[in-house]
């Protein structure tokens, strides 16, 4: 096309796609996924030795939580797996999509899963029953939040170097599980010091409210990942203040965002000097692709220019 030619009316044919993180990154991410799993199956099995030699609500509601954990890990995994892996031919966004439809799965497992101890703690407080070898108890909880707390560490480690969704989710959950064997010594503790051995009953409940409550919370977020939820507001206007600081661009409107995965997708409309030539037109829209990019190192940019003064139909007032 000739120098002269108007504004382009096509999106932009920026640089290439977002890729996934490098090589490194990658180690890192698989490595703090399989830590988390290899936590979980540990703590697993050593709380179902001591809850079936102690007979403890509190150490049953902990083993269920564990039981989230393996769970939550496993689902970590797979959607690591699959954000590394790169968009295919019959797959163009990714397979990001595989997170929240394995959240909701895993929301439906653990909500019956904090069901059933409920139903357990109900029976128990009628019919209490003394914790039997408490010490066991009171250990087995304090090797979860040794585990939990070097787990923790190293995830925040991770993230900071990798900036992955999945391991900070993860770490989250793992740090709330230190606070739970915190509460499983307490309840043993307090049964024996008072001889009340329904306290053991209700911490039990209490935990079984709290995993309930974490499930919900994994729905809710799966939904919204479902539904291609916009990012939070601060991030968009982050965006939407990275474009208009180029001199050259005059205002931005019609801003779409979402995320799948470890990926974030986002669409705007630059508008511009009527006047520009293709080629600078298209420079501009590069370098505001750019920015956006390092802010978001794995977002995937699409920008579309529009001569400066025109309402289109589609426009959208509230992002501009």
Not at 30 to 36: E, F, I, V, W, Y
Not at 78 to 94: K, M, N, S, V
Not at 295 to 319: C, K, M, S, T, Y
Request: aromatic share 4%; proline share 5%.
């Amino acid at each position: 096309m000739a120098d002269g030619a108007p504004l382009s009316m096509t999106p932009s044919a920026a640089s290439p796609p977002a890729t996934g993180p490098d090589a490194s990154a990658g180690r890192l991410m698989r490595l703090a996924a399989g830590a988390s799993m290899s936590v979980a199956v540990l703590l697993i099995v050593a709380k179902a030795a001591v809850w079936l030699l102690t007979d403890s609500v509190a150490v049953l509601s902990s083993l269920l939580d564990s039981l989230l954990d393996a769970a939550a890990s496993l689902v970590n995994l797979l959607a690591i797996r699959h954000a590394l892996t790169p968009a295919d031919e019959d797959h163009r966004f990714g397979h990001g999509k595989a997170e929240p439809l394995a959240g909701l799965a895993q929301s439906a497992f653990i909500c019956g899963s904090a069901l059933i101890l409920l139903m357990e703690v109900i029976h128990r407080i009628g019919v209490p029953q003394p914790v039997s070898r408490p010490e066991l108890a009171i250990g087995v909880s304090l090797l979860a939040i040794v585990l939990s707390g070097g787990l923790v560490a190293f995830q925040r480690y991770v993230v900071a170097r990798t900036r992955s969704v999945a391991i900070a989710a993860d770490s989250l959950h793992y740090g709330s599980d230190a606070l739970l064997n915190g509460a499983v010594i307490v309840s043993v503790v307090l049964s024996l010091w008072f001889a009340i051995p329904q306290v053991d009953s209700l911490c039990g409940g209490a935990i079984a409210l709290w995993i309930f409550w974490g499930a919900l919370r994994i729905a809710r977020q799966s939904l919204d990942l479902l539904m291609d939820r916009e990012l939070p507001a601060s991030e968009r206007e982050r965006i939407v203040a990275i474009a208009a600081a180029h001199p050259e661009v005059r205002d931005v409107h019609d801003l779409r965002t979402r995320s799948s995965g470890t990926h974030i997708f986002i669409q705007m409309h630059l508008e511009l000097d009527g006047e520009l030539r293709l080629r600078a037109a298209h420079d501009i829209a590069d370098r505001v692709e750019g920015e956006i990019r390092a802010a978001f190192p794995h977002a995937e940019v699409i920008i579309h220019q529009d001569p400066a003064g025109i309402i289109e139909p589609h426009r959208l007032p509230a992002q501009a």
